[in-house]
């Protein structure tokens, strides 16, 4: 009762407690990194922007590994990540003394689309996707019928992310067995828009990215199904999708994907408040932008770690984390430092 009144009466005076609570923050918060991860941080920055608007978030886009040359420089608060950071990136850190927080944020299917009018490649093995992606395959392997007995003598035309890309590391170590082995002829970005645009304008082209882009993207491009050929991930080729990646049966391109977080950066209550809508609003916002959510129990560690400002990577600064699975981190945050 006593609250109401209290409420009443700001209204009466022309002050509503809840609206001034947001106007106070004020500053800015810089991110840049994955184009994987930013539709989600964008969404989020959208909607912590309307609480507080005294607060300018910017969100970039220069690929896992732009985003941490210019987070371990200090140019930006929050790094996005399609894969965990490497010993490289975590030494530029150290070297300027950043000290990092990284923090699980969503699961994604790394897709592989092809044209609409693409009529027989509806599904792909692992086997043959490195056939096409290896770098011995540059200048031999050029027409769909080199890949599969059957496909038509057409040429083959690949988009793929660029060499700064969490995703073209992730990619390249999934399917060629190595970060970064890959062929140079192809048309690579690290903006993910691009190779939607590359693809949906090409019947001979295939490509790949995150699961979010392929969903925005429906009526452009065609998922393929992968077969990698293990009996344990289910029968046959799997598509992506959401429950796939629950299920731990879209193999190997599922993975999880991450913010990281400057340890001074986050002594500022605008990065704080930020960081911590993130965590809060994570689940309804990963879901509404195609990803696919982490368990409660995830998200729950990762507000603990970020409120204890634990720093310093449960995959031990190794790169791309092939083959992780959900309940495999939950395991990995549940006995991260």
Not at 17 to 25: E, N, S, T
Not at 162 to 178: E, L, P, Q, R
Not at 198 to 212: E, H, K, Q, W
Not at 300 to 325: D, H, I, M, P, Y
Request: aromatic share 8%.
């Amino acid at each position: 009762m006593k609250t109401r009144t209290l409420f009443a009466l700001a209204i009466t005076v022309g002050v509503v407690a809840l609206p001034a609570l947001g106007q106070r923050l004020s500053g800015a918060v810089r991110i840049d990194g994955s184009s994987t991860v930013y539709p989600i941080t964008e969404a989020v920055a959208e909607e912590f922007q309307k609480k507080n608007p005294g607060v300018k978030v910017t969100v970039g886009i220069s690929g896992t590994g732009g985003g941490f040359k210019k987070f371990g420089a200090g140019e930006t608060d929050i790094s996005d990540a399609s894969r965990p950071i490497q010993k490289k990136e975590g030494d530029l850190c150290r070297s300027n003394g950043i000290g990092y927080i990284e923090l699980p944020v969503a699961y994604d299917a790394l897709t592989v689309v092809v044209n609409p009018k693409n009529t027989w490649c509806t599904s792909i093995t692992v086997a043959e996707l490195k056939k096409m992606w290896e770098p011995e395959a540059q200048g031999k392997i050029t027409r769909w019928s080199q890949v599969r007995a059957g496909w038509p003598n057409t040429p083959l035309k690949l988009y793929g992310a660029g060499s700064d890309s969490g995703t073209f590391d992730y990619f390249t170590d999934a399917i060629n067995g190595k970060e970064k082995a890959c062929r140079g002829d192809y048309t690579g970005s690290e903006d993910d828009n691009v190779l939607v645009q590359g693809v949906s304008r090409d019947p001979n082209a295939l490509g790949f990215f995150g699961l979010a882009y392929y969903v925005e993207n429906k009526g452009k491009v065609k998922a393929v199904a992968i077969d990698d050929g293990k009996p344990d991930n289910g029968k046959g080729a799997v598509a992506p999708s959401n429950e796939t990646v629950i299920a731990g049966t879209y193999q190997p391109l599922s993975r999880p994907l991450f913010i990281y977080v400057s340890q001074k950066s986050s002594a500022r209550p605008e990065v704080r408040a930020f960081v911590d809508f993130y965590l809060a609003n994570a689940p309804m916002l990963v879901k509404e932008v195609g990803y696919t959510p982490l368990q409660s129990s995830v998200y729950k560690l990762a507000q603990t770690r970020f409120a204890k400002r634990r720093t310093g990577s449960v995959f031990n600064e190794g790169g791309s984390a092939v083959g992780v699975r959900l309940a495999d981190l939950l395991k990995r945050q549940s006995g991260g430092k």
